[in-house]
């Protein structure tokens, strides 16, 4: 298996899935909407994207196994395992409001070693593989230069469920208010990610994700030279519901502010 001509082939997939999410969003209705908990919807656009993405990966990697979030496949892979979120950001795109994304990530045994993020929206495509560069619809890209918390942008997400750290949470919202260019929330942790990856963004933090939320963009920071860790520093980003991800300049100050506002019992 080469793993970059799988990458380009995960893309023109996440492409194809992409414009026929938005030609199925049009004709959108509540009959087409399910609650899965509080501000928690699936829609049966998240269930036919990802049928579709399982079936088409199946046959580029017979032997993989999948962590979906629709549980469309519960295949357990010895070896290799795709992350996938077939829309994230499900609420944005039942009100067409962007962005809203497709996420597909590849682990081989403990590591990632491909991600893609498909931007409905905007047509953007993220992807990279191991060992290869960070592309935007062809074009390298890489991590911002800012050096420091203060002369950065960053990006974070609401909690939806988890409110148990919510005063932590508002807490380092006045922080980066005060002490940074500002924050922003877009509604898709994975486009996101995409932007830390290609610069737009200095860095983002959130929490209560899932596994498939961060997979492809943690992946992609990583691959553009950022770094990414849980809220205490460790490793534990993609299964540990916490993420802090930066640039390689100002993520030691960035992952002091963020571990010391929301590491509160």
């Known amino acids: ?13 996440a492409r194809e899935t992409g414009e026929m999410l ?29 049928e579709k993405i399982v079936a088409r ?14 549980g469309t496949s519960t295949k357990v892979g010895e070896v290799y395992n795709w992350f996938i979120d077939p829309i994230d950001g ?8 962007p962005p809203f994304s497709i996420s597909i990530a590849l682990q081989q045994n403990d590591e990632m070693i491909l991600g893609v993020v498909y931007d409905m929206f905007s047509g953007e495509c993220f992807y990279s593989s191991k060992g290869d560069a960070v592309y935007v619809n062809g074009e390298v890209v890489s991590c911002s230069a ?14 939806y469920k988890d ?14 208010m005060e002490n940074s260019h500002g924050l922003r929330r877009l509604g898709s942790a994975a486009v996101d990610l995409a932007y830390v990856a290609c610069g737009r963004y200095d860095g983002f933090y959130e929490y209560g994700l899932k596994p498939y939320d961060v997979a492809a963009g943690a992946f992609l920071v990583q691959q553009a030279g950022g770094k990414v860790t849980d809220f205490k520093g460790g490793n ?22 963020v571990g010391g506002l929301m590491n509160v019992d």
């Open 22 to 50: 938005l030609e199925k969003r049009k004709s959108i209705s509540s009959e087409d909407i399910e609650v899965k908990g509080k501000n928690d919807f699936v829609t049966r656009f998240d269930k036919m994207s990802e």
């Open 236 to 257: 534990d980003f993609i299964f540990g519901q916490e993420l802090v991800a930066g640039n390689g300049h100002n993520f030691s100050e960035f992952l002091q502010a």
């Open 1 to 13: 298996m080469i793993v970059k001509d799988l990458a380009l082939q995960v893309v023109e997939l």
């Open 146 to 159: 800012t050096k420091t918390v203060k002369d950065s942008l960053f990006a974070t997400g609401f909690p």
């Open 57 to 70: 990966l199946s046959q580029l990697l017979p032997e993989a196994g999948f962590v979906a979030e629709e």
């Open 90 to 97: 499900t609420t944005n795109f039942m009100h067409g409001a």
């Open 163 to 176: 409110l148990g750290r919510m005063n932590a949470f508002m807490n380092s919202l006045t922080y980066f």
